[in-house]
């Protein structure tokens, strides 16, 4: 299997642009999350789904933020207008929760966003 | 109540040495804790977990303790190695939340040759 596959790797945009990151999950993954991962604030949960349904944006910092999910391979983050506060690692990740101890998120390699 | 507190920050060990990393949970509802390691420029990947209903978990150099009571669990690394440098996170998470974890902070762990 590939993975959780992001994309674009890195990403350096000016401030007021309109940013989209995307992910594709692992194959027959019913869950998908995405956080945010900087120094001040750690890894911060944004939103997540299940099986392609939002079930908990409460991470999502402003209006400036939205993802979605329109099918089980493909999700996007989208900041609109972006900040310099934006900057930061994203990170996706997917997992198959059936309630064992083995269960566990399996993540992307993340997006390095930098808001100039 | 959703908090995990992790401690230290930052953790320098000689090789050979035990390493101990530790966190602290508020929400007793929580009844899954793994620990991810990840390695820079990496996504975090899943290290060990464990549930309440155990004390300790070992796998190899790995090993949980678990004190329900005080609310806290630990990670121990035992004969560590300049390989296990990395930044270490624990997280809880209720299992009918559908694996929503919340993380602690981070430990970044320097093992010196």
């Known amino acids: 299997d590939a993975g959780v596959i992001q994309s674009p790797r890195h990403e350096v945009t000016e401030m007021g642009q309109e940013v989209t990151l995307r992910c594709k999950p692992i194959?027959?993954?019913?869950?998908l999350f995405w956080y945010r991962q900087t120094m001040m604030r750690g890894l911060e949960l944004l939103i997540y789904?299940?099986?392609?349904?939002?079930?908990?944006d409460s991470g999502m910092p402003e209006d400036r933020f939205s993802a979605k999910m329109p099918n089980a391979s493909f999700s996007t983050l989208k900041i609109q207008p972006s900040e310099p506060r934006d900057s930061a690692v994203y990170f996706c990740?997917?997992?198959?929760?059936?309630?064992?101890?083995?269960?566990?998120?399996?993540f992307g390699p993340g997006t390095r966003l930098t808001v100039l | 109540q959703q908090q995990v507190k992790q401690s230290p920050q930052s953790l320098i060990v000689q090789k050979g040495g035990i390493s101990i990393i530790n966190c602290a949970y508020e929400?007793?509802?929580?009844?899954?804790f793994p620990w991810y390691q990840q390695f820079p420029g990496k996504g975090p990947a899943l290290l060990i977990a464990?549930?309440?209903?155990?004390s300790e978990k070992k796998e190899g150099r790995f090993t949980i303790s678990f004190n329900k009571s005080a609310k806290q669990f630990s990670l121990h690394i035992m004969d560590s190695q300049p390989g296990d440098s990395a930044t270490y996170f624990c997280?809880?998470?209720?299992?009918?939340?559908?694996?929503?974890?919340?993380f602690g902070q981070g430990t970044e762990l320097s093992v010196k040759p």
């Open positions: 789904f299940n099986n392609n349904v939002p079930i908990d």
């Open positions: 464990i549930r309440p209903d155990v």
């Open positions: 990740a997917s997992s198959l929760w059936r309630k064992t101890v083995t269960d566990t998120q399996y």
């Open positions: 997280a809880a998470s209720k299992y009918n939340q559908g694996g929503k974890l919340i």
């Open positions: 929400n007793t509802a929580f009844d899954y």
């Open positions: 194959s027959g993954h019913d869950y």
